[in-house]
């Protein structure tokens, strides 16, 4: 299996702060790479896939960038709606495997 | 609108059975491959299994194999999740997701609301 080594694994930042979220995989699986947020008690929610495209209706302060191994996830403004938990996942080869999860809190 | 309803979950004993489904709306169900991720409580997402469009082909994470069996019905717009001998790991928030038509495997841009799974005696 593919594993997926996201960090850090917590963060703590200022509104207006720019966030940075790396993910690392264990092998090369090209930019099938999808980025979630997920609040305390709902469902993840799409950001980013393919490594870099905006999913419609969510806001351009987020973005993705990396193919290969190696991926960086980037809130430009940190917003207090943005407080959450935020997750990595590849599809470059079965079974689909997640990050451990980047929290996210507003200092 | 797409919506994703699950139903079934509750506290089941080690060793019982529980059957998971999820309704299925807004979208032509039967066009989409289909999947279950969980979340046990606090911990991160693990996908659980996917099914085809036409329910002929399916796959599993090992922790499942062998216990768990996914499934469909296109003519009720439902997909289910047939869980034997439970374990307490088994103990999660089941979600269901769908990816685009696209792509079978992801990304996920529709989740249910998730239903709970209690195993514990």
């Known amino acids: 299996d593919i594993q997926m080594t996201q960090s850090p694994s917590s963060l703590s930042a200022s509104v207006g702060d720019r966030v940075t979220i790396t993910c690392q995989a264990s092998q090369d699986i090209s930019n099938y790479l999808n980025w979630y947020q997920q609040k305390p008690g709902k469902a993840p929610k799409l950001l980013i896939y393919?490594?870099?495209n905006l999913e419609t209706g969510v806001p351009s302060r987020f973005s993705g960038s990396g193919s290969g191994t190696d991926f960086t996830f980037t809130i430009s403004s940190l917003q207090p709606e943005d407080i959450a938990t935020y997750y990595c996942?590849?599809?470059?080869?079965?079974?689909?495997?997640f990050g451990g999860g980047t929290k996210v809190e507003i200092k | 609108e797409v919506q994703l309803v699950e139903s079934g979950g509750g506290l089941v004993q080690p060793g019982g059975s529980l059957r998971l489904s999820c309704a299925a709306s807004?979208?032509?169900?039967?066009?989409?491959?289909m999947h279950w991720v969980r979340q046990a409580p606090g911990k991160g997402l693990v996908w659980v299994s996917r099914?085809?469009?036409?329910?002929?082909?399916?796959s599993y994470a090992d922790s499942v194999k062998g216990r768990f069996t996914i499934s469909r019905d296109n003519a009720k717009n439902t997909l289910y999740l047939q869980m034997n001998s439970l374990r307490a790991e088994d103990t999660a928030v089941y979600y269901c997701a769908r990816p685009p038509l696209s792509s079978g495997l992801s990304p996920f841009d529709y989740w249910g609301q998730g239903t709970l799974v209690t195993v514990s005696s």
């Open positions: 807004g979208f032509t169900f039967s066009s989409y491959w």
């Open positions: 099914i085809n469009s036409d329910g002929s082909s399916t």
């Open positions: 393919d490594a870099s």
């Open positions: 996942q590849q599809y470059d080869n079965p079974p689909l495997t």
